[in-house]
């Protein structure tokens, strides 16, 4: 079972505690100079940051965020993440967030047309 | 302390449970068509969508998304919901999810300066 | 659609930012406390706190845990809801979490004797 | 950075989709099967399991839920996982959340006495 590595389609919100400052955008933009190494597919948005790709790597870059904000002197950090995986059917390679956002484009944009 | 109603920035997950279909974005379209009813500001993104407001009306609005969704035949519903409040200083209403993500780029965008 | 109050069972855990201290224990003891004072079934765990009631007075707990750890000293607070409403079936008021909780103990009961 | 595995403290919910039927609870039981094997410390509650452990082998035990579950009929699943990691203090190896829960037990303790 542990074999494979499924392809995950995530996002996650990550929140350093105990640094005295309520700001957290610098802890944030260090985050993102992480993510851009890894070149894994993300994008940030107001409360999270959609990442995907094949679950090893996912996990990792989360891993190396909770690095790199310790490092930047958070003693401690919260992260939230949403996790999603499928067997049904392929998910096109770094753009399962937004094939899913278009599916719901798609269908509200029938509603207009109607 | 009750009293209050704090503001609230958000972003929220719906997941519709025992359908007997993998495809969640009808489900999701319905939620699109709730939130534009409310006046709120919101934004859908790839694993959720951002949305803010007094947290009596963006809590209003995502039960209503509830009760919508299993109208449309959804028996289950598991939702995730991120919630941020401050005290420290004002938000700027309807632009709190927006403010914070331009913040992270803005110092992202003195590295490239740098 | 929102004449209704749905049930919810939930569970929520609230980080308070910028305090200064990478404890937070003193503010979820402020959390208990708003919560028994609510007279809503609820159970603390290590990483966050099983709620259930209609959907108004679950919401209004939780921000009421937010108003009181923002006057414990806080600027900023960052929680993370997970809720479910369902309707199959009716939620046994109050036990709602122990009846799930149930079910996957007797199903792995049946493993032993088998 | 990615050579340390931190030890990390956590807590997650997995919920099937697509699979027919509301109860999600044979399913969780697949996962407290795949949990036991795993040798990891781990707590199922109402709403989600308290797991701890090194980063890398928390991660992996998630994702092999994931396959079990999958390899149990469903043929999508959306886990929220919420995760702590601290470096101002050493966790106690495999009581982490337990102590967590301790000490807010042991402040309303003193309520009590005073």
Same mark, same amino acid.
């Given at each position: 079972? &542990?074999? %494979?590595? $499924?392809?995950?389609?995530?996002?996650? /919100?990550?929140?350093?505690?105990?640094?005295?400052? &309520?700001?957290?955008? =610098?802890?944030?933009?260090? /985050?993102?100079?992480?993510?851009?190494? &890894?070149? $894994?597919?993300?994008?940030? *948005?107001?409360?999270? %940051?959609?990442?995907?790709?094949?679950?090893?790597?996912? &996990?990792?870059?989360?891993?190396? /965020?909770?690095?790199?904000? *310790?490092?930047?002197?958070?003693?401690?950090?919260? %992260?939230?993440?949403?996790?999603?995986?499928?067997?049904?059917?392929?998910?096109?390679?770094?753009?399962?967030? =937004?094939?899913? $956002?278009?599916?719901?484009? =798609?269908? $509200?944009?029938?509603?207009?047309?109607?």
């Amino acid at each position: 079972m &542990s074999s %494979t590595d $499924l392809y995950v389609v995530a996002d996650f /919100c990550l929140i350093p505690i105990g640094t005295g400052e &309520s700001s957290v955008a =610098e802890h944030i933009a260090e /985050c993102h100079r992480v993510l851009e190494k &890894s070149g $894994l597919t993300f994008k940030m *948005h107001g409360y999270g %940051t959609n990442i995907e790709g094949p679950w090893s790597e996912v &996990s990792q870059v989360i891993h190396d /965020c909770h690095a790199a904000v *310790h490092a930047k002197g958070a003693p401690r950090i919260a %992260t939230n993440v949403r996790i999603g995986t499928r067997v049904d059917r392929e998910t096109p390679v770094g753009r399962g967030n =937004e094939v899913k $956002l278009k599916r719901v484009e =798609e269908i $509200l944009a029938r509603d207009e047309q109607a």
